[in-house]
């Protein structure tokens, strides 16, 4: 069964951080192209980062600060995201998504599969 499973969301105080896992199952991370997004109350989905499956690189959104990193470890099949100096803008769902094929993430319009997402509350 091919399934992406979310993990590592919670509630944060502003200034904190969290690192959210993606763990992947019935396929191999190494050949799909990975991105996190996230869903704020209210708003639409917006992209957070990528790793491109043509060549690994990784990607973050133009509107985002530097304080979101993207990894994987292949030999884990997990994707992880790492967001650092927590804001209560931050609040949303987040959700991991795998495209397979040789993909620069940046121009990917549709993902193959989908998380289930995880709740991301920055207050205090």
């Known amino acids: 069964q091919v399934q992406l499973v979310e993990s590592g969301g919670g509630l944060v105080q502003p200034g904190g951080s969290l690192r959210l896992s993606c763990a992947a199952s019935?396929?191999?991370?190494?050949?799909?192209?990975i991105g996190w997004f996230r869903q704020a109350p209210g708003k639409e989905r917006e992209g957070v980062s990528c790793?491109?499956?043509?060549?690994?690189?990784?990607y973050y959104a133009d509107t985002l600060s530097g304080r979101f990193t993207i990894s994987k470890d292949n030999a884990k099949n997990t994707v992880w995201l790492q967001i650092d100096s927590l804001e209560p803008e931050d609040t949303a769902v987040y959700y991991c998504?795998?495209?397979?094929?040789?993909?620069?993430?940046?121009?990917?319009?549709?993902?193959?599969?989908w998380g289930q997402g995880a709740q991301v509350t920055v207050s205090s």
């Open positions: 790793i491109s499956s043509s060549d690994g690189r990784s």
């Open positions: 998504a795998a495209h397979g094929g040789d993909w620069d993430c940046r121009y990917l319009t549709s993902y193959d599969y």
């Open positions: 019935g396929f191999t991370l190494d050949d799909y192209a």
